[in-house]
């Protein structure tokens, strides 16, 4: 595709439950990050891949996040035993390499709300 | 901690009066900066970096490293400028691009 796409763009989903959201970044593109947006919050960084390296998992809020990325191309980030604070829209951008240099390409993201 | 700060949640102009975003940066070193706009019901997108010193959409930015700084400035604000704005950047050596918490900037006619 032409751009990156994330899905699904909307979920509603019960407190306590799980859920997927997904990314796929650009063809080609070999850095990939999830980022958190919500009121208040500004842009929150989750998680960055980067080729075979190693994930900075640096921005996980919680022990019920967690991202894989499969192929090096698709990734899915779980939210595990879902909160209510866990409502926000969900970035998913890519690079072509990683920073620094690089025009980062946003998803429209996927909107979560947990009640 | 918090890497880049933007003090104003919202700044609110009329139409052809300038307009200064704020921007302030902890990285140390020689971090490299960014701005990103959002549009309504847009993606995400940069509006420029601190490296190409250029000039997008009427916007500039100058990195003042004695300020720990990265403004961004417009001398003529238009109505097509209201969005969400957020000011970006790393480190030496970080690899992930962390933001601020955004100012919506709302140019009235």
């Known amino acids: 595709g032409a751009g990156v796409s994330q899905s699904p763009s909307n979920k509603v989903t019960e407190k306590g439950k799980d859920v997927e959201l997904r990314c796929d970044p650009i063809?080609?593109?070999?850095?990939l990050y999830w980022y958190r947006q919500s009121l208040g919050q500004g842009l929150e960084f989750l998680i960055y891949?980067?080729?075979?390296?190693?994930?900075?998992k640096s921005g996980l809020p919680s022990d019920r996040f967690s991202a894989e990325r499969t192929g090096g191309s698709v990734s899915t980030l779980t939210i595990q035993r879902t909160q209510q604070e866990d409502s926000a829209v969900y970035l998913c951008?890519?690079?072509?390499?990683?920073?620094?240099?690089?025009?980062?390409?946003f998803g429209e993201g996927s909107w979560l709300t947990v009640v | 901690a918090q890497r880049v700060t933007q003090p104003e949640k919202l700044l609110s102009v009329f139409k052809g009066a300038p307009v200064e975003l704020k921007c302030n940066y902890s990285y140390s070193g020689s971090p490299e900066l960014f701005w990103y706009v959002q549009y309504s019901r847009q993606r995400l997108q940069l509006l420029l970096r601190?490296?190409s010193r250029e000039s997008i959409k009427g916007f500039t930015a100058d990195l003042n490293k004695g300020e720990t700084s990265f403004h961004l400035k417009k001398p003529f604000a238009q109505e097509e400028d209201s969005a969400m704005y957020y000011c970006g950047g790393m480190d030496t050596g970080r690899r992930a691009l962390t933001f601020g918490s955004g100012t919506r900037l709302q140019v009235q006619p």
């Open positions: 951008a890519s690079s072509l390499y990683g920073p620094p240099g690089n025009t980062i390409y």
């Open positions: 601190h490296i």
């Open positions: 891949f980067q080729g075979n390296s190693a994930p900075d």
């Open positions: 063809s080609g593109h070999t850095a």
